[in-house]
C-alpha cells in the first residue's frame, strides 16, 4: 500500500494499529494492539484470533491503552509481557496484566485484571475465533468442565444457540496429521457461531450468555484467565500452498437472475433526500426502502414526504413499518391503512415487525412479551388486502435465525446484516463475505425458495438490537457499532458493496439495498469526504452499474482467490464483469482471451485524483487487468 492515499481509500487519515509477526518453528502469529490475529502452523491458519476484549454495558468495545510493551525472542520461544488499560464510559479502570509465550509447538496467552472502582460491563476476558473455510462442517471434539467429551462438528449452516456450551478444551485438525487443542481457563466458556452477525468465525467467550448483564467487577478483585493453544503434528506437516499472484477467473452462465437494486429512505434525512431525489432516476434503481417507526413519531408527514419521493423518482415503494403492538393489532394497521391512503402513496409491498424485535432477545433470556406474528400478519393483510406483505427483521439475520417467521403467510422474508457488530478492522470487515454466502445459504435452507430481500445493509450500523443505542463516531474513526463509518464514503466502501452484491448472488434475492440515499448511510458526500461534498460517493457507481444489470441473466464469477478479489457478472446484450479488490494490494486479474478489445471503466486512486466523475470507459489493453488497493472494476465485452 506504499505511496496510496490512505484518506481515498478509507475516508480517513487514520492508521490501524501495526501488526508484529511473531514466528517460532512453523508457528507464527501477528501481534496487534496486544492481542494475537492470524495465528497458523505451517502456514495453515489455525485460529483467527486470540483476544482479551472488553464491552461496556451497550455490548461497545471499550478500546485498551497499551503500556510497558516488551517482547524478548529467545532461541526457542518468543516471551511478550504488557499492560492495558480499559475505561468504562463513567471513568472506571480496569487494568490488566497480560503476558504470551510462543514456542513452536505451543502458544499460551495468560491475563490477570483488576477493576480500580466498581467496573459494569457486558463482558470481560478472552474470546478465541476459529475459522469458517475448510473448518465448517469439520469434526471438532469439545472437553467440557466435568471432563467428559463430546465428539461433534463445527456448524455448517448456522445455528441460532450456543453449539457448544460449558468448554474446557476445542481440538480440532489444523492439516492432516495436525491438531490444535485450545484450552480455556479462569471462566466459563461456550460458543456461538458468528456468521450469525456475518462474523467470518467461530467465537468461544467466557461467561454465558444466559447469565444477567450488564454485570459488574468489584473493585479490587484480580481475576485470571488464561489460553493454551498446543500443535500436535504425527509428522512433518508440509507447508500451505500459496495461491498464485496472479488471480484467474471462471465464468458459469445462466447463473439465476441479478436482483433489483433498492435505496433506502429515512424521515429524518427528509429535507436532503428531497435536495437529491434527481439522483434516484440518474441511479437507475427501481425500489424505494421506506423506513416507518410510530414509535419514533412518524405519521402522516412522514408518508407525504415518501409520497413525493415516488413521485419524483418513479421508483416502486415497500414500506418498513415496526408495529407499535400496543393496541389493537386491527385498530394500529388499520389507521397506518387510513394514513396511507390520504398521503396519495402507492406501495408495491408492505414489511412489518413488531416493535418489540427491534432489540434482540439473547440465548438464554425470557423472551418478551409480543403478539403471535401470524396475527400480526392477518392485521397488515386486512388493513393491506392487495398489498404483497413481506416479514422478517428489520436488524439481523441473528433475529430471524432466533425467531423464524410462519413464511407462509408471506409475500417475501427479509433482513439486514452489519459487518462491525463486533469488530471494525479493515481485515475484519473484509472476511465477513466469508460468513454472509453461509447466511444466505442458511436462509435458503430455512425458508426454501420463498422470495428473499436483504438490507439495507451498509457498513455503518443504523440500529442496534444488542443495546441502547448505536455509537456515535464524531471524529471518523473505525468503531464497532458505530452509526457512521468513513469508509463507507470511499473505494473500500465501493468494494465492499460491489463484494456483497457478488457473494449474495448465489441466494438470487430479489431486491437487494446497499445504501439510503441521504445522510451517513447514503449516496451523496458530506463536507470533508474524499469527493467534494454534494457529489456522489464513490458506491454511487458501483449501485448505478447493479441497477444496470438487474434482472439479467447472472453470470458467476469464480476467482482463484476469493479472499482478495471477488466479481460478478451479467448477459445484457453482451457480457459485463464486475470486478473489486479486497485489500490494500495490488491484484492481478487474468482475463481470456477472447476479451481483446474490451472496455473497461475503473475506480481507483487515480479516478479519484482525475475528479471523481462517471467512469470512463476504456479499452482493455492486454489479457490482464491490474486492480489497486480497494479498486472495483467493470469490463464489458461485446
Not at 496429521?177 to 480455556?184: F, W, Y
Not at 418478551?368 to 396475527?375: T, V
Not at 435465525?401 to 403467510?409: G, Q
Request: glycine content about 8%; overall charge negative; charged content about 25%.
Amino acid at each position: 500500500m506504499s505511496g496510496i492515499c490512505p484518506f481515498l481509500l478509507f475516508g480517513t487519515d487514520e492508521s490501524q494499529p501495526e501488526a508484529r509477526r511473531i514466528e517460532v518453528g512453523r508457528l507464527s502469529a501477528d501481534l496487534v494492539d496486544g492481542n494475537l490475529r492470524t495465528i497458523r502452523f505451517a502456514g495453515k491458519e489455525v485460529l483467527r484470533a486470540i483476544s482479551f476484549l472488553v464491552r461496556d454495558r451497550d455490548w461497545g468495545t471499550c478500546e485498551p491503552t497499551i503500556s510497558e510493551l516488551t517482547v524478548e525472542e529467545r532461541p526457542a520461544e518468543t516471551l511478550i509481557r504488557y499492560t492495558a488499560r480499559f475505561q468504562s464510559t463513567i471513568g472506571a479502570l480496569l487494568l490488566c496484566h497480560s503476558t504470551i509465550e510462543v514456542s513452536a509447538d505451543v502458544l499460551v496467552f495468560d491475563a490477570r485484571f483488576t477493576a480500580d472502582r466498581d467496573f459494569e460491563t457486558a463482558r470481560a476476558g478472552f474470546a478465541i475465533l476459529h475459522p469458517i473455510v475448510g473448518v465448517a462442517g469439520r469434526p471438532v471434539l469439545v472437553e467440557h468442565g466435568d471432563g467428559s467429551i463430546e465428539r461433534s462438528v463445527f456448524p455448517d449452516l448456522i445455528e441460532p444457540w450456543q453449539p457448544f456450551k460449558d468448554i474446557a478444551a476445542i481440538t480440532h485438525e489444523v492439516l492432516p496429521s495436525v491438531e490444535a487443542e485450545c484450552r480455556m481457563t479462569g471462566d466459563v466458556f461456550e460458543m456461538e457461531d458468528q456468521r450469525n452477525w456475518t462474523d467470518g468465525s467461530y467465537k468461544t467467550y467466557v461467561r454465558p450468555l444466559a447469565l444477567p448483564w450488564p454485570y459488574v467487577l468489584k473493585a479490587g478483585e484480580t481475576v485470571q484467565q488464561s489460553v493454551r493453544l498446543a500443535i500436535r503434528a504425527d509428522g512433518p506437516a508440509s507447508k500451505e500452498t500459496q495461491s498464485p499472484a496472479r488471480i484467474e477467473i471462471s465464468l458459469r452462465r445462466n447463473a439465476g437472475t441479478l436482483p433489483a437494486i433498492g435505496i433506502g429512505l429515512r424521515p429524518e434525512e427528509a429535507r436532503d433526500e428531497l435536495d437529491h431525489a434527481g439522483l434516484l432516476a440518474r441511479l437507475g434503481v427501481g425500489h424505494l426502502v421506506c423506513h416507518f417507526d410510530p414509535d419514533a413519531g412518524h405519521g402522516a408527514e412522514v408518508l407525504r414526504h415518501f409520497r413525493q419521493m415516488a413521485d419524483a423518482s418513479g421508483c416502486a415503494v415497500t414500506l418498513e413499518c415496526f408495529v407499535p403492538c400496543k393496541r389493537a393489532l386491527t385498530e394500529e394497521l388499520g389507521e397506518l391503512a387510513m394514513m396511507v391512503r390520504d398521503s396519495g402513496l402507492k406501495l408495491a409491498s408492505l414489511a412489518v415487525s413488531p416493535s418489540v424485535d427491534r432489540q434482540s432477545t439473547p440465548p438464554g433470556s425470557v423472551w418478551p412479551d409480543c403478539p403471535p406474528l401470524e396475527d400480526i400478519y392477518s392485521a397488515a393483510q386486512k388493513a393491506f388486502p392487495d398489498v404483497p406483505l413481506g416479514g422478517g427483521m428489520f436488524s439481523y439475520f441473528t433475529e430471524l435465525n432466533r425467531k423464524r417467521v410462519p413464511a407462509d403467510r408471506l409475500s417475501y422474508v427479509t433482513h439486514c446484516t452489519n459487518p462491525i457488530v463486533h469488530a471494525a478492522d479493515d481485515l475484519s470487515v473484509m472476511q465477513t463475505f466469508e460468513a454472509l454466502r453461509d447466511m444466505t445459504r442458511s436462509v435458503r435452507a430455512i425458508y426454501g425458495d420463498k422470495p428473499y430481500r436483504i438490507g439495507p445493509s451498509t457498513i455503518a450500523m443504523r440500529q442496534n438490537p444488542y443495546g441502547s443505542a448505536t455509537k456515535d463516531n464524531p471524529f471518523g474513526k473505525r468503531i464497532a457499532m458505530a452509526n457512521r463509518d468513513p469508509r463507507h464514503n470511499s473505494l473500500f466502501g465501493a468494494a465492499w458493496t460491489l463484494a456483497y452484491a457478488a457473494t449474495v448472488a448465489d441466494a438470487e434475492p430479489e431486491v437487494l439495498t446497499l445504501s439510503t440515499l441521504a445522510g451517513s448511510f447514503g449516496l451523496v458526500a458530506g463536507a470533508g469526504e474524499p469527493v467534494e461534498a454534494g457529489s456522489p460517493r464513490p458506491l454511487f457507481h458501483v449501485l448505478s452499474w447493479l441497477a444496470q444489470l438487474s434482472h439479467g441473466r447472472r453470470i458467476a464469477v469464480k476467482t482463484s482467490a476469493p479472499d482478495r478479489v471477488v466479481g460478478l457478472g451479467a448477459e445484457l446484450g453482451g457480457t459485463t464483469l464486475l470486478l473489486a479488490n479486497l485489500t490494500p494490494d495490488l491484484q492481478e486479474v487474468k482475463l481470456s482471451e477472447n476479451w481483446a478489445g474490451a472496455r473497461r471503466a475503473v475506480l481507483d486512486e487515480a479516478w479519484f485524483r482525475e475528479g471523481a466523475k462517471e467512469p470512463e470507459a476504456r479499452t482493455q489493453q492486454g489479457e490482464s487487468l491490474a486492480l489497486s488497493a480497494y479498486a472495483v472494476a467493470r469490463v464489458d465485452i461485446r
